[in-house]
Nanobody
Framework: QVQLVESGGGSVQAGGSLRLSCAAS????????MGWFRQVQGKEREGVAT???????SYRDSVKGRFTISQDNAKNTLYLQMNSLKPEDTAMYYC???????????????????WGQGTQVTVSS
């Protein structure tokens, strides 16, 4: 139904910035929430930031003040601006889209149905 394609990853030095993009396409326009996740080899995937259909956002504590999630509805594109990058931010980053409160889920809860292939972010010290 929906295809998600991430871009913008790369290698940067600590303190640098990157902006990730997630382009959505397909015949479904009813995604109620979207988010960014990351995963390090050998570790569990963790949520980074989320945004709902009303523009409400949420961030994990370790990226607050450094990362900003946003969306351009006209372009069906999700963004993650990452500033002041740290080596611990190194991971494969994935975008996802799914169902939220409009589908009966509790506020702040998103059931992610669609996932991108990921884009690698590497931060060196």
């Amino acid at each position: 139904q929906v295809q998600l394609v991430e871009s913008g990853g790369g290698s940067v030095q600590a303190g640098g910035s990157l902006r990730l993009s997630c382009a959505a396409s397909g015949y479904t326009y009813s995604s109620d929430c979207m988010g960014w996740f990351r995963q390090v080899q050998g570790k569990e995937r963790e949520g980074v930031a989320t945004i709902d259909s009303d523009g409400g956002t949420s961030y994990r504590d370790s990226v607050k003040g450094r990362f900003t999630i946003s969306q351009d509805n006209a372009k069906n594109t999700l963004y993650l601006q990452m500033n002041s990058l740290k080596p611990e931010d190194t991971a494969m980053y994935y975008c996802a889209a799914g169902r939220g409160p409009k589908y009966g889920l509790a506020p702040g809860i998103c059931a992610y149905d669609y996932w991108g292939q990921g884009t690698q972010v590497t931060v060196s010290s």
